[in-house]
């Protein structure tokens, strides 16, 4: 034979027999290893049969009675555990929420103290601010309005007046010329009138 085939039959045996002997310890089962139920499955197996009864040596209950009792004691400390990370966890949430909280507050804080200062000593939002200068500033340009209108007007009424007080000033002079022309010439009149008497 050649020893390529020689190798490859002992490959295969040897997987053969390896598979085998998975099976065998997987149909078999042992009261030492395995999950509670392959335990519990491997124990009904290997128990005889009494009637509709099963007939379980008290060595093979004692094994499987400490096996489950194990099992319990280790879940009680993995549940102890779990439940000891709750309390951690929800411990941790509590103070994050706390502090949560508390930033909420101080942000509400710094929002309204953004918003918001002290204007000869009283607390005032920005927009009851804004809102108090522009009705001041509409007051003053209202009222600077209301001023130039009325200086714009008595201007015109003193321009008037000038005019009229300039013409009433021409009329007098122009009257004072003509009462001291008309004096100018009863005098005359009564020079005259006074020369013809003495000639």
């Not at 190798?7 to 030492?32: D, K, M, P, R």
């Not at 007939?55 to 319990?72: F, T």
């Not at 949560?100 to 929002?111: F, K, N, P, R, V």
């Not at 918001?116 to 003053?140: C, D, E, Q, R």
Request: proline letters at 1%; glycine letters at 4%.
């Amino acid at each position: 034979m050649n020893k390529t085939t020689i190798l490859s039959l002992i490959t295969s045996l040897f997987f053969a027999v390896t598979s085998y002997s998975q099976e065998f310890s997987e149909e078999t089962g042992s009261l030492n290893s395995g999950t509670i139920s392959s335990q519990f499955d491997y124990l009904n197996r290997i128990s005889n049969n009494y009637q509709e009864y099963k007939v379980v040596k008290k060595a093979n209950l004692d094994k499987i009675k400490s096996n489950v009792l194990d099992s319990l004691s280790v879940f009680e400390k993995e549940l102890a555990t779990i439940q000891q990370t709750v309390v951690n966890q929800q411990t941790k949430i509590s103070e994050l929420e706390a502090q949560m909280e508390s930033i909420q507050e101080e942000l509400q804080i710094a929002e309204q103290a953004r918003d918001s200062f002290f204007f000869l000593g009283i607390p005032i939002h920005k927009n009851s601010y804004n809102a108090m200068m522009w009705t001041i500033v509409a007051g003053l340009l209202g009222a600077f309005l209301f001023f130039l209108y009325k200086f714009s007007r008595s201007h015109k009424v003193i321009s008037i007046a000038r005019q009229n007080l300039a013409e009433t000033v021409e009329e007098f002079e122009q009257h004072r010329k003509n009462t001291l022309e008309r004096e100018r010439k009863l005098k005359r009149e009564l020079v005259d009138a006074l020369n013809g008497k003495t000639t």
